[in-house]
C-alpha cells in the first residue's frame, strides 16, 4: 500500500513548513535538476530530487509527492515509463504529473497524457509558464484531497452505520428468537384432539401472535392477535399481550377468573376482549391497536364460544370436507373507548377442525395483486381435506407461496389448527 498524505499545500509558503507543496524533480541533469530546486524553493515548495525513475520510485514508495515534474527522455526509465510506474503504484493516492519535453508533436503528447501525464511542459520553458502550470497543478491536487477527504469521511460513515446495522440486526434476530419462543409448543395432542400452530413474521419480528392455554373446567383457549403496523413496536405490542394470555402463570391470565380453592375457569370470551380494550387504552400508551379472536373450547362436548374482534372469520372444516365460515365481525381492540363486543358459539363433531388464521392469509396478494380472499382459502382447504394436523399448516403455507408467486409474503402469517375428536365419555 502507498503511503497517504495528511497535509494540505498552500499556494504560497515556507518550504520548511510541513504543508509546503511537496514536488518531486526526476532529471538525469544535475544542472536541470538545481535550477529547477532553486527556483521552486524560492516560490515556497518542498522540493526533492531524483536522477532517475527507479530513484524517484524509490521516494515515491516512502511519501507520495503532491506534483512530480519529470523529464521525458532519460537513459534506463522514460519518464513515460516512469509515469505508468507511479500511477500503478499510487491508484489510490494522486499527484499531478507534469513531462517536461522537447517533443512538441502532437502524436507524442497525446500518448505522453494517455500514459498518465497531467500536463506537460515543452523545453525551453520560462519561469511564468512553469509557475503557471503548478498553480493549476496544485489547484486539482487540492480539489483531489478534498474529495478523497470527503471520501473517506462517506466511507468512515458508511462503515459506522454498517457497524450499527449488524447490531441492530443482531438484536433483531435475538429478537426473533424471543419472540418466537413465545409459541412454546407448535403441536400438542389431547385426549380429545390436536393442536397445531405456526407463526411466519414478514420481517424479523412481527405483530401476530397465536397462542393457547388449558382451564381446570375442561375448556381449552385458543388466541389469535395481530397488531397494527410491524417491526419491533408491533413485537413489543404482541409481547405485552402474551402476558395478558399466559398458559404458564394462569393467575395472570385476565381470561381465567380463579375461585376459593385455586382452580381457574373460563371468562365468558367477549368480557376478555372488553377488558383488553379498556387496558390498551387506559394504560398502554401506544399507537397500536389490534384484532383477536379468543375462543374456549369445551372438551367433553365439542362446544366452542368465541369472540372476534376485527380479525378474519374463524374457519370449520366438518369431517365430510365442507366449510364454514361464520362470526360476528367485530371492531378492533384499542380504538375505542367503550366498544361493544359481542361473542357467538358453534359446535365440533368429532372429525371436524378449527382454524384461526390472521389476514396475512386472506389478504396475501398475487403477482397481480389480487388478494386470495374467503374464497380463496375456501378452496384451498377444499384441495388439503384430507391433510392433517402439523402437515396442514406447512401444506397451507406452501399454497399461499404458490399463490403469491413467493415465500416473502408482505405481512405476518399466523395461525392455530384444532382438530376435534371427540370423547367416549363426556365429563
Not at 112 to 138: C, M, V, W, Y
Not at 324 to 329: D, I, L, M, V
Not at 378 to 398: F, I, N, P, S, T
Request: net charge negative; aromatic share 6%.
Amino acid at each position: 500500500m502507498a503511503p497517504s498524505r495528511t497535509k494540505y499545500a498552500p499556494l504560497d509558503g515556507d518550504p520548511t513548513q510541513e504543508n509546503a507543496l511537496r514536488i518531486l524533480i526526476v532529471d538525469d541533469s544535475r544542472l536541470q535538476r538545481s535550477i529547477l530546486s532553486k527556483t521552486l524553493t524560492k516560490w515556497g515548495f518542498n522540493v526533492q530530487e531524483a536522477a532517475s525513475g527507479d530513484e524517484a520510485l524509490l521516494l515515491c514508495e516512502k511519501e507520495i509527492p503532491d506534483l512530480i515534474l519529470s523529464d521525458w527522455i532519460m537513459p534506463g526509465m522514460s519518464g513515460i515509463e516512469f509515469c505508468q510506474s507511479f500511477r500503478a503504484m499510487t491508484q489510490d493516492e494522486y499527484a499531478y504529473f507534469i513531462l517536461l519535453t522537447s517533443k512538441s508533436d502532437k502524436a507524442e503528447v497525446a500518448h505522453g497524457l494517455d500514459s498518465g501525464a497531467d500536463d506537460f511542459l515543452t523545453k525551453p520553458f520560462n519561469a511564468h509558464e512553469l509557475r503557471a502550470r503548478i498553480t493549476a497543478g496544485q489547484r486539482i491536487v487540492e480539489m483531489q484531497r478534498e474529495l478523497s477527504m470527503q471520501n473517506r469521511r462517506v466511507g468512515e460513515t458508511l462503515e459506522e452505520l454498517q457497524r450499527v446495522h449488524d447490531l441492530l440486526d443482531q438484536d433483531l434476530l435475538e429478537a426473533k428468537k424471543l419472540q418466537q419462543s413465545l409459541l412454546r409448543e407448535r403441536h400438542k395432542v389431547y385426549d380429545e384432539g390436536a393442536l397445531s400452530l405456526i407463526l411466519r413474521s414478514a420481517g424479523h419480528v412481527g405483530g401476530d401472535l397465536v397462542g393457547f392455554f388449558p382451564t381446570d373446567d375442561d375448556h381449552l383457549g385458543l388466541f389469535a392477535i395481530d397488531v397494527s403496523g410491524h417491526g419491533v413496536s408491533s413485537a413489543l405490542m404482541t409481547a405485552r399481550l402474551a402476558g395478558y394470555m399466559s398458559a404458564t402463570a394462569p393467575d395472570q391470565n385476565i381470561a381465567l377468573v380463579p375461585d376459593n380453592k385455586g382452580r381457574f375457569s373460563a371468562r365468558p370470551p367477549a368480557d376478555v376482549v372488553r377488558m383488553l380494550n379498556d387496558l390498551v387504552l387506559n394504560e398502554m400508551e401506544t399507537e397500536h391497536y389490534f384484532t383477536i379472536l379468543l375462543a374456549f373450547i369445551h372438551l367433553p362436548t365439542g362446544r366452542v364460544n368465541l369472540a372476534q374482534a376485527g380479525h378474519p372469520h374463524p374457519l370449520v372444516q366438518r369431517k365430510d370436507g365442507s366449510i364454514e365460515q361464520t362470526g360476528s365481525g367485530g371492531f378492533p381492540v384499542g380504538l375505542l373507548e367503550g366498544a361493544d363486543f359481542t361473542q357467538f358459539t358453534l359446535t365440533l363433531a368429532p372429525g371436524d377442525r378449527l382454524l384461526l388464521l390472521s389476514d396475512g392469509v386472506t389478504e396475501c396478494p398475487d403477482a397481480a395483486g389480487q388478494m386470495l380472499g374467503e374464497d380463496g382459502l375456501h378452496d384451498m382447504m377444499m384441495q388439503l381435506a384430507d391433510v392433517r394436523g402439523k402437515a396442514l399448516m406447512e401444506a397451507l403455507m406452501w399454497e399461499l407461496s404458490n399463490f403469491a408467486g413467493t415465500e416473502d409474503f408482505p405481512d405476518d402469517v399466523s395461525g392455530i389448527l384444532f382438530e376435534y375428536a371427540g370423547t367416549d365419555q363426556p365429563k
